[in-house]
T-cell receptor, first 111, second 113 residues
């Protein structure tokens, strides 16, 4: 059972465009993380959101945690080819150890 | 700091062979985990450890064994490899005082023929 559903699964855009990636669930998470993975490498943590309604910005990337802590979004402004990669969301349930990962959104930004 | 290191980078096995995937971290993290990543399946937790001498099963533990004798090392053993274990394996570590933010190694691509 996939607790976190990511959409879209694939996204191909041109440099300069804006985009939003969604991470949705029916479960309530104590925290939610976003990772970025490049081909042949391990995922790298971008951000952790904890509070419902929280918004965090990382340069051109804006992350939002839903008010009910069941969903999150990643918005990229003026995408660049260097943003190309697989974006993964991962949620923690309560105080448990295990993270539940979404299947990821594969982003391709062409010049 | 080297972070999380994994060896080997690539491995090809025949069905029934055994091998150990090595993982080490130099960040003094208490928590360590093994994940497998398959196309269309995302990252799935195999086994994890919250400290030396303590291990537990994740979502997909069958066919894999782990042990944690030191804080730094967390090897993953395949006792009798099967084609279904063809995957990319990632080791990760995290510190106990945070939100379990994972620091991942570069991965091992395993093919079982």
């Amino acid at each position: 059972t996939q607790l976190l559903e990511q959409s879209p699964q694939f996204l191909s855009i041109q440099e300069g465009e804006n985009l939003t990636v969604y991470c949705n669930s029916s479960s309530v998470f104590s925290s939610l993380q976003w990772y970025r993975q490049e081909p042949g490498e391990g995922p790298v943590l971008l951000v952790t959101v904890v509070t419902g309604g929280e918004v965090k910005k990382l340069k051109r990337l804006t992350f939002q945690f839903g008010d009910a802590r069941k969903d999150s979004s990643l918005h990229i402004t003026a995408a660049q080819p260097g943003d190309t990669g697989l974006y993964l969301c991962a949620g923690a349930l309560g105080s448990g150890y295990a993270l539940n990962f979404g299947k990821g959104t594969s982003l391709l930004v062409t010049p | 700091n080297a972070g999380v290191t994994q060896t080997p980078k690539f491995q090809v096995l025949k069905t029934g062979q055994s091998m150990t995937l090595q993982c080490a971290q130099d960040m003094n993290h208490e928590y360590m985990s093994w994940y497998r990543q398959d196309p269309g399946m995302g990252l799935r937790l195999i086994h994890y450890s919250v400290g030396a001498g303590i291990t537990d099963q994740g979502e997909v533990p069958n066919g894999y064994n782990v042990s944690r004798s030191t804080t730094e090392d967390f090897p993953l053993r395949l006792l009798s490899a099967a084609p279904s274990q063809t995957s990319v394996y990632f080791c990760a570590s995290s510190y106990s005082g945070g939100r379990n933010e994972q620091f991942f190694g570069p991965g091992t691509r395993l093919t079982v023929l």
